[in-house]
């Protein structure tokens, strides 16, 4: 529908304005498109005001006078305000913007006032003009649509960096007084806590092994010490490549690679899933050797710092001695019975480390040591080279035996100190495991136990002796047999039922005058002297597992008890109880317990001498030099009624007291095949220095061939070796077996 003639027009800049027609008649000068906009903008000042809104008589300034600015209608609507007279901007109000083209009249001072409704200049007739006639819509009217109000566009404010530096600094700051206070709590309130979380990640403790003390002989030479040595492991886990790594130390340690390369297979700690990080490979290796493996720079292979166990006489004392663990630790004899004073306490340092690569101490760092304190050392009674040739004799006699299990001791009568304690078969102490059987390493003089036979015989005569029984003069008539209990003894040497003297019966080890002299003691009497002459009980020599043996008490005797007991059957001893019974015979008739520990030498070198030994009387010294004096005629008789049993024990140059015996092995409390052949003697007999008891077991029934020249041999270089002087032959006794 075209436009009606009486609506007003809007011309592009959207002002609406009347027809021309309607201007002339109203008197109004027709103007160029946009001119009054223009002219009007200029009066826009910063303040968004107009010249006229500063006061209601001010005038417009002549159209003459004003410049025709083409940009003040673009300021105007960029202002989005209203611009008066005065230059001044206001803002449009929210009325206004639905008034657009409606003509107000002024309110005071000069027409022609421009009013600005939504940033459009509106035109205000002057004062010489006149109004036109307002005009008539048909209809009611409707008022007009509102436009949306659109809210101005400010341009963006220019950034200030004065103000962004102040910021920046403050948070800075805030930001490191947060850190301080942080580490002054952490240093005085939580640090002790702290400390000790990580304590356990950045502290590493090496221990320091204790050198385990010697084991020296009477005169301080080592029979048995320690050496810094060094020990090879490896890490599984850093190995890689086992099998030449294996080939590379087979060589330096003497174990064939493939054992080295299974030692060093992955595998996992038992029961856990962890990996196994540590595995010897060798244990007291030589410096020198390990040096070499240093050198080598293998993955996963490491040297530490170890000790070794050496005994340099090799099987010397062995038996004795016993043998340590690979960790120093005692296992047998000597070092596995005084093992808490040979080892010692070990020490260990602690000190921090770093992480990684860096697995080093920490110059300055937490370091604390303690030192470790020596095992002290053990100072025994052993004469080592004594010892030396009484093993090498025991070893050469008994080769005449095979399969044969012996003993040999050798004591200081006034003391009862064990010079030399033998055993065969030995064994090397620096490989322990090369034996037939683990017996093999037994201390026989303390574990071998027999029944002693006819050296038991001594006990019985000296118990005689003793109490008056018998005298050193005593005769009477010996039958070859007698029966005790439905058993028949019988002598090796027939009597024929002639008169036989103390002496003879001895010489000729005779067991029906034997069980004679019992029947007149009595069972009770024997029992008692069995016991002070150490029988049935441990000597507590100081060597661990002795045996202690057996006595019949007198109420499991039977018949036959009374003719076995007496000639040394059905009774248990071990060779060192029958030594040390025999050592109180020449010591006057005072038993001295055996022993083998004459002192302590503590780590700082202070000596503390063992105990005293216990002694007892068992025999006065009358009658003990009486029976010394009877007992020589084992060694001496030898004439036309016989040969005494024990001349092969005769030691040439001194006179020898001592008895020949035949008994039974136990093993278990089972009685072994063959027979025990022994002999125990004292020397000089006139006033003995040492005594020496050889026991040789033999399933063939050798070893009475063998222990009377065993001894002779232990005794001859026993008294050359002390420098004893020899016997006076001149003082000898003569020894009248059957007496006329």
Known sequence: MPPRSDEPRRDPTGSRRGSSRGAESHGAEPREPGVGGISDARAYTPRGRTIREGGAEQRRTPRSSRSGDPFRPALQVLDGGRVTRAGRREPAAAGESARAGRRAPATGGRAGVVRTVSARPVREPFDDEEDPPPRRRPGPRQPAARRPVRKPRRPPRLGDPGRRLRLATVLALAMFASIGVRLVYLQTANAPAYADGGLSKRVATVELPAPRGAILDRDGQPLAHSVEARYVFADPTEVKDRDATARALSPLLGVPASKLADRMKPSKLPGTETDLQFVYLARGVEIGTAKQIVALDLAGIGVHRDERREVPGGALAANMLGFVSPDMNGLEGLEAKYDDLLRGVAGKRTYEVGQGDL??????????????????????????????????????????????????????????????????????????????????????????????????????????????????????????????????????????????????????????????????????????????????????????????????????????????????????????????????????????????????????????????????????????????????????????????????????????????????????????????????????????????????????????????????????????????????????????????
């Open 359 to 740: 697995a080093a101490p920490i110059p300055g760092g937490y370091s604390r040591t303690t030192k470790p304190q020596p095992g002290s050392s053990l100072r025994l009674t052993i004469d080592r080279d004594l010892q030396f040739m009484t093993q090498r004799i025991l070893a050469k006699q008994v080769a005449q035996a095979r399969g044969s299990v012996a003993a040999a001791v050798i004591m200081d009568v006034p003391t009862g100190e064990v010079l030399a304690q033998a055993s065969h078969p030995t064994y090397d102490v620096a490989d322990p495991t090369k034996v037939d059987s683990p017996a093999d390493r037994d201390d026989k003089a303390t574990s071998f136990v027999v029944d002693p036979g006819s050296i038991h015989k001594a006990i019985t005569y000296g118990a005689a002796l003793q109490e008056g029984v018998i005298t050193p003069d005593t005769t009477f008539p010996v039958a070859n047999t007698v029966v005790r209990g439905g058993v028949t003894f019988e002598d090796t040497h027939h009597a024929d039922g002639r008169v036989m003297s103390i002496p003879g019966m001895l010489a000729f080890s005779s067991n029906i005058g034997t069980i004679e002299i019992a029947d007149r003691l009595g069972k009770e009497r024997l029992i008692d002297y069995q016991k002070r002459f150490g029988l049935g009980e441990p000597t507590g020599e100081g060597l661990p597992g002795e045996a202690s043996g057996r006595l019949l008490p007198a109420d499991e005797w039977s018949g036959s008890a009374y003719g076995s007991v007496p000639i040394g059957h059905s009774v248990d001893a071990t060779p060192l109880q029958m030594a040390a019974a025999y050592n109180a015979i020449a010591n006057n008739g005072t038993y001295v317990q055996p022993h083998l520990i004459k002192e302590t030498i503590g780590p700082d070198g202070t000596r503390t001498p063992a105990a005293a030994p216990t002694t007892r009387p068992v025999l006065s010294p009358a009658t003990a030099a009486a029976l010394r004096r009877m007992l020589e005629a084992v060694t001496t008789v030898d004439g036309p009624d016989g040969r005494a049993t024990g001349l092969a024990a005769a030691v040439p140059g001194y006179r020898v007291a001592g008895k020949t015996g035949t008994g039974l092995r136990y093993d278990n409390g089972k009685q072994q095949p063959g027979e025990v052949g022994s002999f125990i003697g004292m020397a000089p007999a006139e006033k003995p220095r040492y005594v020496v008891a050889v026991f040789v077991w033999s399933p063939g029934g050798e070893g009475g061939a063998v222990a009377a020249p065993a001894f002779r041999e232990m005794m001859g270089f026993t008294l050359h070796h002390y420098r004893v002087p020899p016997s006076r032959t001149d003082t000898a006794p003569k020894f009248e077996v059957f007496p006329r």
